[in-house]
Each structure stands twice: as C-alpha cells, then as structure tokens.
C-alpha cells in the first residue's frame, strides 16, 4: 500500500473496464490508486490510462503481476485469459478481482478455488448483480422466512447484444475462447443469484439454441462461423428441493419499458407467499405475503428499506446516480473493503466454482438432451 491506499492494476482495456471497473474504484479515492493497466494491445493501453489518468501501463498481463508495487488486480480479458491470469495472480500474492467466468470448466475453477482459499488473499469473481438494491432486499427476506418453504423458481435474462444478423464476429463467438457461449455469459450471473437467494442446485435438463451460424468478420475479409449459442432455456431441482426455470437469450428484443436492451427478473413463490423482482425497478419490490394477501392474489409493491439502497460503506448517493447502471459500482466498493478485511459479504472464487459447476452440467445436459446431476466434489 501507498499512504494506506491500495494499489491496484487493471489486466484488460476493453469496455467492461472502462463501464464499471474504473467508475467503481474511482469511488474511493482514499482507500485506492488505480496505478497501472496492461493490455496486449499498446495503444490500446496507453489510450485507456491516459483516458483515467492511469501511470503506467504494461504490455503484458505477466509484466503487470510482476509489478511489486501492486497490491491488487482486476482482472477483465477475454473469458479463456481468466483461468491462468488468476492463477498467476494468486500465486504473486495479489487480492484478486476477475471476471465471470472464472474459467471455462469447473475443474479449472476448483483448483482455482482451492489456491485461492490456501492464500490470504482476497478473491472475488465479478457476479455484479447481486448489488442492486432489490435484490439484496429479496435475499432479507428470504433470509428472515417470509415466503415460507420455496417451491418454486422463475428467472428471466434477455437482451438484443447479438439479435442485430450484422453485428462482427468476435472472440465470444468461439467455443474455445467465450465456452459455453450465452450460458457462460449471461447464465452464470443467474446461477449465482439463484444460489445467493435459494442455495445448490442439484439437477438440470435444457435446450439451446444458436440463432445465427455466421457473423461478418471486424475486417471485412469474410465471415466466422458461430460457434456458442445465443439461447438457453433450463429446468433445475434445487438441493432444498424447491424446482424452477431459467431463460435467457442475447439475441430477442429487448423488454421492460426503460428503452434499453437489458431485462432481468426472478419470481419466488412458497407456502406463504411470493415476489418478483426486476432490475428495471431497482428500489422496489412487488410482494404477496400472508394468507391475507397470498390467497387472495393480492400483490403489493414495498420500496426496499434505506440501509440497503448501497452496499454497506459505498459513498455514492443511490437518488442522484443512473439507477439501472450505478450498482454496479458497489462491486468495486465490495472488493476493497474485503482487502482491507472489513467485509464476507461478496462472491468469492468458491461462488465463482459452484456457478461453473452448474453451467458444466446445463451444457452437458443441452447437448446430450438429458437430465444431468450436478455433482458434488
């Protein structure tokens, strides 16, 4: 640390950096300096720390790591880079922040998982929607029995990313390189706040779908072929017993009424009572609850209480920031207070695993179209 402020290095110039990552550390300019990035790309790097006022930039994710200077790492490449960038990472000793998906499959994630719970270090995986405000209020509830036994489980997640036939072919587009496609992108977020709301899951069976087989290459040279699905739709038994759907999709119209590509919700339902939550209503729940209510169909919606509008020690004001975009930034606010030993209130690389160990079995199970357990080690 320098005057008692973390120092920390960006692995990756691309936009996630430049849209949550930066914004999210620049919120504490007392605990943090943001001192250096590295990208493969050298003026790509140059361009983004001066855009962030950055000192030093590395042509190398590994001149980065060796960086003594460095306390800790954001790590925010392509998704086939996380799995040995992490792994250096944690072997130099640095508190480590990477991007879902920790890895491509779940034994690199557990041995991932195992080093870093062996270091003293603090690791965390980027699962950035367990921080709007809704949704840690649905996560009380749930916590303190309001809905009785859960039974059931619905989530949805769709956006237009990839609905546009023209849009270039890119890394995400090759199994080798973007894994399980829309499932490893966008389904792990889902498995991960299934798990932080209801806990494992113990079974799986879906389908999925790849809606265009070729996309126009950056260069005008041609075309790629597709190779990861746009689609997914699973069913899952949860370990507690309770079962339910997930559905997503990068590729339909968007819905929602905010005039932007992005929709999320998931509904609970139980003995005594229901909910539903949309990130596109950030501040507010809509619930049924007690027999007064629940039996009747009766549906109210509450807003979420004041201690819960930020994540605990984030100093942005929840009123005058972008609603739909500024929790993002508590991740960033997450992570530096677990460096400092202040919080166990954020998704680790055992998270990270466990959704891994998830989309394993949802891509087994879509491609052999049939039920898949999701083994315990």
């Not at 994630?109 to 003293?120: G, P, T």
């Not at 339909?252 to 009424?257: D, L, Q, T």
Request: charged residues 25%; proline residues 6%.
């Amino acid at each position: 640390m320098r005057g008692g402020r973390i120092q920390v290095g960006i692995i990756g110039a691309g936009r996630i950096a430049d849209f949550v990552h930066l914004p999210s550390l620049r919120l504490c300019p007392d605990l943090c300096d943001v001192a250096a990035v590295a990208s493969r790309d050298a003026a790509k790097a140059k361009a983004f720390a001066a855009r962030w006022g950055i000192p030093r930039t590395h042509g190398s994710w590994e001149a980065l790591l060796d960086d003594p200077e460095l306390d800790a790492v954001v790590i925010c490449p392509p998704s086939d880079l996380n799995h040995a960038i992490a792994s250096a990472a944690i072997a130099a000793g640095k508190h480590v922040l990477c991007e879902k998906p920790l890895a491509l499959t779940y034994p690199e994630a557990r041995a991932l998982r195992d080093a870093a719970e062996r270091s003293e270090r603090a690791h965390m995986v980027a699962f950035t929607f367990r921080f709007p405000a809704a949704l840690r209020y649905l996560r009380r509830l749930v916590g303190e029995g309001h809905f009785g036994e859960i039974r059931h489980w619905r989530m949805s997640y769709f956006t237009d990313g990839q609905l546009d036939s023209g849009n270039p072919f890119t890394w995400r587009h090759l199994r080798a390189r973007g894994g399980a496609g829309v499932l490893a992108d966008m389904g792990s977020h889902m498995i991960d706040i299934a798990r932080y709301l209801l806990g494992d899951l113990a079974a799986v069976s879906g389908t999925s779908r790849g809606h265009v087989r070729e996309r126009p290459l950056a260069d005008g040279t041609g075309t790629g072929r597709v190779e990861t699905p746009d689609a997914c739709a699973f069913v899952a038994e949860f370990a507690s017993g309770a079962i339910g759907t997930f559905d997503m999709s990068r590729a339909v119209a968007g819905r929602g009424g905010t005039g932007r590509p992005q929709y999320q919700a998931v509904e609970i339902h139980g003995t005594g009572g229901a909910a539903l939550y949309e990130l596109i209503h950030p501040f507010q729940l809509q619930v049924s609850l007690g027999p007064a209510m629940a039996r009747r169909q009766h549906w109210a919606t509450v807003e979420v209480p004041v201690d819960l509008l930020v994540y605990p020690g984030s100093p942005r004001n929840p009123r005058a920031d972008d609603p739909l975009v500024a929790y993002k930034y508590d991740q960033g606010v997450a992570f530096l207070r677990a460096v400092r030993g202040e919080t166990t209130d954020y998704p680790t690389f055992r998270d990270g695993a466990e959704a891994q160990r998830v989309v394993d079995a949802v891509d087994a199970a879509t491609a052999e179209r049939r039920w898949v357990a999701v083994d315990r080690d």
